[in-house]
């Protein structure tokens, strides 16, 4: 276990945002971690669990303590005649995992190739991309319960996952350290290519298979995502909306060429970035925080913006499409 103070975050959040911690608790050991936890040396502080930093943005110094799961295992947990039960540790990147699974011809998460994080991540976000979700294939969450201080497991269906959405996000926020997920997997994959581009990307190099889908998600990923490393963001900051059915129509009937998909129950899903983006905000920026200029739902650090300066631009975007349609878009980063 590693314990640190005023720990420098800027390297470990993907918007590269300068800001420190008061404490750092780094661990790859639930029992070390349980030991800590039946002291609270930290009694009355805040508490925050972080994994690669890929979704979330310091508006401030973090003035409590910061956990960062590190436990780095990798086993088959069981299987049967058709599937794979893998269990891995909260602190391996989240890519990683697909990489293994792809190369081992198990199937269920290759459409998910490529998205940032790490595995401990996975649950809470519910991480989605080309048709996918990781809620579809996680059997079991193993977490520490950080106010009782004791560890539990935890279901795939008790996490209730939605889009983009979780207990750990709502009832539970805060609540757990995850330390590690089993995923299903399944030995043979049924292939989704129905997602805009992917047949036609897979297509370009030969057959369907789960290394020519992960090829054709990363190439269309480089090709569509701001590089980090060149320019720091967080991905989508915002989540789409979903809307009643009633809403969609009326705003379809104003504007014809807006994008909309069903989201069951008489709801519609819509594009956040199209709306940002007809809301005049592609491109623009406030000093160094600023709108990509080919996806409107990212937003960048083109060099030293400060936390409070994203959280400004995000804000003024949201009472902007706002304005223009009459919907609340909501942040799908972890804004702290
Ligand atoms: C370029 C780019 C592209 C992206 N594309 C996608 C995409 O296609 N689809 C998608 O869904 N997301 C995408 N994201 C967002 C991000 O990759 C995911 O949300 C990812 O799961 C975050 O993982 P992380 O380890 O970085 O989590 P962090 O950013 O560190 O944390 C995110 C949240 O999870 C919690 N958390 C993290 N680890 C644990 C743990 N062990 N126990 C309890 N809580 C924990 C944190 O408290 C926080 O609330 C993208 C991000 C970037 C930068």
Redesign the pocket.
């Given at each position: 276990m590693i314990i640190k103070e005023h720990v420098n975050l800027k390297p470990r959040?993907?918007f590269g945002i300068e800001a420190r911690c008061r404490y750092w608790i780094e661990c790859d050991d639930e029992g070390q971690l349980l030991d800590l936890l039946a002291s609270r040396p930290w009694r009355g502080q805040e508490t925050?669990?972080?994994?690669?930093?890929?979704?979330?943005l310091f508006t401030a110094d973090f003035p409590g303590v910061i956990f960062h799961?590190a436990m780095k295992e990798r086993e088959i947990a069981s299987e049967t005649a058709t599937e794979v039960f893998l269990r891995v540790g909260?602190g391996v990147p989240?890519d990683d995992v697909v990489r293994w699974a792809v190369e081992r011809g198990y199937g269920g998460i290759e459409n998910?190739s490529m998205?940032?994080?790490?595995v401990?991540?996975?649950p809470?976000?519910?991480?989605?991309?080309y048709g996918a979700e990781i809620g579809e294939r996680i059997a079991r969450v193993e977490?520490i319960d950080v106010e009782r201080g004791v560890k539990r497991v935890i279901s795939g269906e008790e996490c209730r996952f939605g889009y983009?959405d979780s207990l750990?996000?709502g009832e539970w926020k805060?609540r757990?350290?995850?330390?590690r997920v089993t995923y299903r997997l399944s030995k043979t994959p049924r292939f989704h290519l129905d997602y805009r581009g992917v047949r036609e990307e897979v297509e370009r190099t030969g057959e369907p298979s789960l290394a020519s889908i992960r090829q054709a998600i990363i190439r269309l990923?480089e090709a569509r995502?701001?590089d980090?490393k060149a320019l720091p963001?967080?991905?989508?900051f915002f989540k789409n909306p979903v809307v009643e059915r009633s809403i969609a129509e009326r705003l379809s009937a104003l504007f014809p060429a807006m994008p909309s998909y069903p989201a069951g129950e008489g709801n519609v899903k819509l594009a956040a970035g199209w709306l940002i983006e007809q809301a005049g905000w592609k491109g623009r920026a406030i000093g160094e925080a600023a709108v990509h200029d080919k996806q409107a739902l990212?937003l960048v650090n083109k060099g030293g913006a400060t936390g409070s300066e994203i959280a400004r631009l995000a804000n003024e975007i949201k009472k902007s499409v706002f304005m223009n349609f009459g919907v609340w878009i909501e942040p799908?980063v972890?804004i702290l």
């Open positions: 959040n993907t925050f669990v972080l994994g690669g930093g890929s979704n979330v799961p909260a989240w998910l998205v940032p994080g790490s401990g991540a996975t809470v976000q519910n991480i989605g991309a977490a983009r750990f996000k805060d757990f350290i995850i330390t990923r995502l701001p980090v963001n967080a991905g989508s990212v799908e972890n």
